[in-house]
């Protein structure tokens, strides 16, 4: 069994309250709940993670690489909230730790508001990106580095 890590940016640690309208009903522990049943049903685990502070999501992503390197770790799937739209500095911290994917995800569909969430700093550094399908997302996009990593195993 490998881990997966889930990174989640600013302001998810208040998902089902904040602008459920955007965002849904569901909260915080309700997509950490889908993300460990979604990794188990895919014979993973996931290990997840929040913080309102980039330079925790930075040190998570820095520890991340190395289990990565390891073996222990499959990749990463990350909300990177707000910071999506202004985080040279998270966009640098994945490009650093190439190979290791990262799956960037968004629950709302951000080509569909406000003209600045239009543009993504982690979009160029991310192996893929899921976007505007609620929490279901996080779901696919867990299937997609589990399939990622799948295929770069299979002979």
Known sequence: MSTLLVLNGPNLNLLGLREPGVYGAATLADVEALCRETAAALGHAAQCLQSNHEGALIDALHAASQRFGAGELLGVVMNPGAYTHTSVALHDAIKAVAPMPLIEVHISNVHARE??????????????????FGIDGYALAIRGLAAQAASKTTP
């Open 115 to 132: 003209a600045f969430r239009h543009h993504s700093y982690i979009s160029p550094a991310a192996a893929g990106i899921v976007i505007g």
